[in-house]
Structures are given as C-alpha cells and as structure tokens.
C-alpha cells in the first residue's frame, strides 16, 4: 500500500480502535471574559505519543496546553489523564510537568538547585536528589555547569536546564510550551532531534505547543492545527502536508498554490476541475464534493513540473512568463505569472549540478502536474 | 572645536552632583564636625573657640588646639545618650518590621491587581504626600487622643467602656511612623515585585509547590533587595526621626532626635548637639555602606 509523504510509520495507536486514550480533552471550551480561546474542542492524545499543537498565535494552543498543566481551568468540558479527570486538581498535584516559554529558571539558584527543586518538594532523600541531579546533568550535556546561576548561561544553555528540570521529576507528561522559540535556527534543529531521541529513550507523552510548522513536521507523530480556538485537523506530519482537509491547513503548512473552481463531468475516483479561468484539469478526486461544487485545487510547488514546452505526456499543463527565480542551492523556486496575471509557485529539485538551456526571468515556461498531485479542498 | 570641547564638558557634567554633595554636604558636615570639638560659652555663638582668619595664622593655630574630644567622653558617659541612641534603634527597627508586614501584602496584592487598577492603587500610596507632613501627623493627634476619633467610635461601638491612653506613648510612635514611611517601603517593594515574572510561580507549583510554598520559596527570595531597599528606606530615617516623637510621644519617649533638639534649642549646648549629631550620622552610615554593597552585588547578578 502507498504511504503518504514517502514515510511509514510503526508507531500509530490513533489508527488502532483497541487503543487506550491517554489523555482526553472533552468538549473543551475557554472563555476568558468576551473572548473564546478554545471552542468546543475534543482531543485524544496516546501515550508516548509526540503531538504538537500547531497554530497561529491566538489560536488557542497554549491555553489548551496550560489547562492540561492545571493552571487554566475549563470553563465547561473536562479533561481526563490516564482515565483520571482532572477537575480541580491543581497545577502540583498533577502528573505532568511543563517547559515554559520562558524557560522560567528560578534565577536565585545554581543550575543544581533548579533542577532538584521538585525533588526536593517531593521529599525524596538527598543522596537520590544529587544522583538524580547528576543524571539529568549528564543527559543534558551540561555537567560541567552545574554551580552556575541562570543568568551565567547561554540561550541554549537555559533551554536545557530547563528541560532537565521538568523532566527530573519523571512526569508522565510533558508539556513543552514554545521550548525552542528562542533559540538561533542552527541550535534548534539539532535540539529538535535531541528532542525526539529523548522522548523516545524515556518513553514519555510530550504534547508541544508550537507556531513554527518546520519545527511540528519534525518532531511530531501528530500534528494538531488549530485555528480561532478549534481543531482543524488532528493527523500525522504526512497527512497534513499531502492530504489537508481545508484550505487554511493547506496554506498553514508550507507553500500551496490553490486554484479556485468546480467540478465538472464526476465519476467514481475522477473528475474534471474547470478554474476559473476557464482551464481544465483532470484531477484525482476522494468522496466528499459532487459535481459542479465550487472547490479549490492545491498543488504543491514540488508537485509540478516546470519546462520550456509543453510536455507531450502531460495530463494538465498550463502555460505562463517566469516571473521570478530563487535559488536555494537544493533546489531553485520559480514563481511563473499566468496570462490572468496569477502567480503559480513551482520548485524544481537540483538534482544535477549542471542544466542545459535552464530557464530565465521572462522566458515562458509550461507548468505541469498528475491528475493526483493536488488536493480538491471544499472547505 | 566640538571634539575638545566634549571631555571638558562631560567632565563639568559629573562635577555638578559632586559639588552639590561638597557644598550641601560635606562642608555643613565639617562644620558640625568642628563644633562638636569646640567648649559651650555664653558667646555668639555660643561655644569657643571660634576660628578667625583675620587675626593670623598663630591665631588659628592656636585655636584649633583648644579643640578636644571632651563631648564625645561626655556623650559617651552618660546613660541619657547612650539610652536615647539605643531606644531609637529599637523604635526604629520595630517600625521597620511593622512597615514591612504592612506593606508586603499591600504591594504583593497592588501587584497582583487588574493592569488598570494598579496605576489607580499606586496613586493612592503616593496620595498622602499631597499634604504636608506635620498637618498629617497633627492630623494623628486628633484621631489618638482620649477624645478623639478612635476612641470615640470605640466607644460608640462599645468595645472599651474607657478611652485609650494612645497619644503620647511609643505605641502612637509606632502608629506615626509606620503611617508616615508606610510608602517608602511599599514603593520598592512594588518595584521588586512587579517586575518579577510570574511565570516563575508556576514552575514552582507545576514542580510540586503549593501556592504558599511557592511564595516562600521564589516570590519572596527574588523580592528580598525590595524588602531591604523599603527597609532601609524606612529604618535610616526612622532613627533620627523627630517630629512623630515630638508630636505624639511622651516625655518617657527618649528618641535621639528628640534628645539632639533639646541639646541644641533648649539646653543651647551646640558643642554636644554636634557630637551626637556626628555619632548619629556613623551609626547610620554602616547599615548604608552595607546596604550599598548589596544593591551593587544584585545589579552585577541581574545582567
């Protein structure tokens, strides 16, 4: 069977009916005054899952993730741990552990000191605070740092420490909040790998609210989008980017080109896409629009081919003026203006380091796609 | 033109505070000093010797080596200073610590209030400087007297079926001076609090902490250079305080102001004045020095 995005997974307890749900949001809602951050919202996450809630700012990530932190309650709906419903129970009594924004380092104490505090709050005895100490030390690369003062660190550093702070007390959730959104591109991709190797060599549940979509399709076994305090969409990393449920999801992650129609001439699998413009395409169609629906077709850039004529086994093509290129040494942007004046955005790998005859700025060019390159979107 | 100009002018810049504390300060200071090493006398003024320029330089010198420590042995070797001095202290450390108890809670909570309230609630600390000093403290006579306001609305509610003695005993001091410097603590604990960053309570209770072992534990450690700013703030000028004693204690108050007032004016002794003027002024100048220190030492740890 084919797998979307060119990736399969083992790991998939949403897809298995038997699973048990590990945490559970049930019709949540947030009202903070006139204005609702999170709308009628229901959500299982699984155990050692890595999920990320992805939205603009102000779509309600956040809020969700500090009601599961306890430090937000729902105005109505509940949310369920492990089978436990955590109503009323506050931010210190609760299983999990978060990473704040933040990092919120408690700057009167060494690097040490901040890690042992909720062991120390726990009541565990010295000698397996220090060895504990130790450990996280150890696992964050950061032993030689141990009797410094917060502010004696690095971006990086801090990001650390405090990810060694909430994970010394072995929750069984994690709740990370923006954990890499201070720190230099370079630092966060190594630290997004770092991540997921830690999360799968503890085994935990990490549930991570980000904006930055690059950083979710990485680290994410699922993704959930969010927009005006509801969920979007709820799959993995590869559903969401080949298989979008609707058009903000398709604009939300990565760069689409959409074409605005309806269908025409339906049948089982297959249909005409008519765009306003008046060209037709052949598309490859799923259940749901029917005949003469107003809908959207979203292509990939990468899903279209870019030539200087019209390839003879092309199945839909469409002609235009290169408008602009970008090279980006792995592969080079071209942004190719239609006779309508639309802008369709292709990229074409570098796959060879030399090309004969390649394009320039004002050449025409034919932009072509499969009938199952695109997504309909009738949302 | 410019670029010569610029060092000089800088320079003058940083010598405006510097003769401000030379004229204002230092030089009133020698002077005092001086006095505290001259005898009292039926002179004007009224101590010897007094040095004049005019009569020479064997004059002067002769003059200053009329000059002794003599006040000081007496400062020293009468319980009366050495009293006032420590009861001051006391008066002054007590007031401090209710200032601070008052004033925590109240500037924890200014804090914790709406964004547009908090402005309000700050303005309303400030509010009482609108009006002068001694009217407010005057202001106190009529509430603590035995027929005042207090006791009055006691009596009427019938809690006490006698008026309280309040007025001219150490407890309407207390209640003068921790109204009076009420805001001087609140103002800085304000400052401290306000600028923490509250996300740093909830890590202390998602790590375990309950509300309360979370305010022990962060909120009041990282506020502790507001609680001795306020302190200080409070303290120094509590010690050489004279009006609230002046006005609301009794003659059993002995307060080092108080005993410095009637040195100077009543007893017209400026050679002693001076002295336990000079010894007051040490006093306060370690916990100063000392709270210097440690307002340099947080600024190095804030970068």
């Known amino acids: ?75 109505s709906g509940r949310v369920l741990l492990d089978g436990q419903d955590l109503r009323g129970v506050p931010p210190y009594r609760r299983p999990v552990n978060m990473m704040f924004q933040s990092y919120a380092l408690f700057p009167h104490m060494s690097v040490e000191k901040n890690i042992a505090f909720g062991l120390k709050q726990e009541g565990m005895a010295k000698p397996q605070i220090a060895e504990r100490v130790e450990r996280m030390l150890k696992l964050v690369k950061l032993e030689s740092y141990a009797k410094r003062k917060p502010h004696q660190l690095s971006g990086g550093q801090r990001q650390r420490v405090a990810l060694a702070r909430s994970l010394a007390k072995r929750p069984k959730v994690l709740l990370l909040d923006e954990p890499l959104g201070a720190l230099d591109k370079k630092l966060r991709e190594e630290t997004q790998f770092e991540l997921m190797d830690l999360q799968h060599e503890l085994g935990l549940t990490f549930v991570i609210v980000t904006h930055d979509q690059e950083e979710a399709m990485t680290m994410a076994d699922r993704i959930a989008v969010m927009d005006k305090g509801k969920l979007l969409q709820v799959a993995t990393p590869a559903e969401i980017y080949e298989a979008p449920s609707s058009r903000f999801v398709a604009e939300f992650i990565g760069s689409i080109n959409t074409f605005e129609g309806h269908l025409t001439e339906k049948t089982a699998g297959a249909a005409r896409f008519r765009d306003k413009s008046g060209a037709v395409f052949n598309v490859s169609l799923g259940a749901g629009a029917a005949d003469g629906d107003a809908v959207a077709l979203a292509i990939r850039p990468e899903k279209m081919q870019i ?28 942004n190719v203006r239609l006779d309508d004046g639309r802008i369709v955005k292709t990229s074409m790998i570098n796959s060879r380091r030399t090309v004969e005859d390649a394009l320039t700025w004002h050449d025409r060019a034919w932009v072509s796609f499969a009938p199952d390159a695109g997504v309909v979107l009738s949302r | 033109m410019r670029r010569h100009l610029a060092p000089i002018l800088s320079r003058i810049v940083i010598w405006v505070p510097y003769l401000w504390l030379l004229a204002l300060f230092l030089v009133p200071f020698f002077i005092v000093f ?71 809670p109240l500037a924890y909570g200014m804090t914790r209030a709406p964004e547009s309230l908090r402005s309000i609630l700050l303005m309303m600390v400030i509010l009482p400087f609108w009006t002068s000093f001694l009217i407010r403290i005057y202001a106190w006579i009529g509430i603590l007297k035995p027929e005042g306001l207090l006791n009055q609305f006691l009596l009427f509610l019938g809690v006490i079926d006698q008026p309280l003695i309040i007025l001219n005993t150490n407890t309407a001091i207390y209640i003068g001076i921790v109204y009076s410097y009420l805001p001087f603590m609140v103002l800085p604990l304000y400052a401290a609090l306000e600028k923490m960053d509250y996300s740093l309570v909830e890590a202390a209770q998602d790590l375990g902490c309950t509300p309360l072992m979370a305010f022990w534990k962060v909120t009041f450690p990282l506020s502790l250079p507001g609680v001795l700013a306020g302190s200080m703030l409070v303290f120094i000028p509590a010690v050489g305080e004279f009006v609230v004693p002046d006005l609301l204690g009794g003659s059993e108050t002995l307060m080092i102001g108080k005993t410095l007032w009637s040195e100077f004016f009543a007893n017209r002794d400026w050679p002693v004045a001076s002295a336990v003027a000079i010894l007051l002024l040490l006093i306060l100048v370690v916990p100063i020095v000392y709270f210097q220190r440690v307002q340099a030492k947080a600024r190095e740890s804030e970068v």
């Open chain 2, 34 to 104: 001086k006095i505290s090493l001259s005898q009292t006398a039926i002179a004007m003024p009224p101590y010897l010797p007094t040095i004049d320029f005019s009569e020479g330089w064997a004059a002067v010198r002769e003059s200053v080596s009329e000059f002794s420590l003599d006040n000081y042995f007496w400062v020293f070797g009468d319980p009366l200073y050495i009293n006032a001095y420590l009861s001051s202290l006391k008066i002054a450390a007590v007031s401090t610590v209710l200032a601070l108890l008052i004033g925590y």
């Open chain 1, 307 to 334: 030539s200087r004529e019209r390839p003879a086994d092309a199945v839909n093509a469409i002609d235009g003026e290169v408008w602009d290129i970008a090279y980006l040494g792995d592969m080079t942007l071209y």
């Open chain 1, 1 to 75: 069977m084919a797998s979307l995005g060119s990736i399969r997974r083992s790991f998939a307890p949403w897809a298995d009916p038997a699973a048990k749900p590990y945490i559970r949001f049930e019709n949540i809602s947030k009202v903070f005054g006139t204005h609702t951050a999170v709308d009628d919202l229901s959500l299982t996450i699984y155990e050692r899952e890595f999920f990320v809630l992805l939205g603009p700012s102000g779509c309600g990530k956040t809020t969700l993730l500090r009601m599961l932190g306890g430090f937000e309650q729902p105005t």
